[in-house]
T-cell receptor
């Protein structure tokens, strides 16, 4: 079974629209970490955010915000006022403390100017 | 500070050959992990090393091996290459646990 599910394979939005990328995870551990990474065409995974399982406080960083809900095992990512530079593949990942990361299959975001 | 570096950036091999990929972690990071990313998929965990010891291994055949050196750099070796080994190989480093920082990857093409 997939530990991390990103149901949205591809999303296209027009510049300045808001977009939410969904992530659902599965774990039996009580201590775990959730991550979002951005992968531009160059291929390098860029770290965006880490959340631990005990901190359900939502976080905002500029145009980015994250909504962590343990009740629904979701860790969604919203980009406000999207820009062309936001076009990339976004990965959600889970770490259960063994340091092994389980990645979702990614959501390819295209922002149309 | 320099990020994670990987070499080579691109590599073309033929079936049956052997390949060695190299990774230098961020200064001060003692853990290195390797991932395989096939086109259109998320990265799949191969190995993790911490303080030169293997701490985790993903579901990959024994053709895949790795090691970590005293300076914390790492090598990933793949023997008897198959067409299906064509992928982007990513190295990530971390201080001990938690956040992993990724390098630019090595694109391997097996013909």
């Amino acid at each position: 079974a997939q530990k991390v599910t990103q149901a949205q394979t591809e999303i296209s939005v027009v510049e300045k629209e808001d977009v939410t990328l969904d992530c659902v995870y599965e774990t039996r551990d009580t201590t775990y970490y959730l991550f979002w990474y951005k992968q531009p065409p160059s291929g390098e995974l860029v770290f965006l955010i880490r959340r631990n399982s005990f901190d359900e406080q939502n976080e905002i960083s500029g145009r980015y915000s994250w909504n962590f809900q343990k009740s629904t095992s979701s860790f969604n990512f919203t980009i406000t006022a999207s820009q062309v530079v936001d076009s990339a593949v976004y990965f959600c990942a889970l770490s259960e403390g063994s340091n092994q990361f389980y990645f979702g299959t990614g959501t390819s975001l295209t922002v149309i100017p | 500070d320099a990020g994670v570096t990987q070499s080579p950036t691109h590599l073309i091999k033929t079936r049956g050959q052997h390949v060695t990929l190299r990774c230098s972690p961020i200064s001060g990071h003692k853990s290195v992990s390797w991932y395989q990313q096939v086109l259109g998929q998320g990265p799949q965990f191969i190995f993790q090393y911490y303080e030169k010891e293997e701490r985790g291994r993903g579901n990959f055949p024994d053709r895949f091996s790795a090691r970590q050196f005293p300076n914390y750099s790492s090598e990933l070796n793949v023997n008897a290459l198959l067409l299906g080994d064509s992928a982007l190989y990513l190295c990530a480093s971390s201080p001990m646990a938690e956040t992993q920082y990724f390098g630019p990857g090595t694109r391997l093409l097996v013909l």
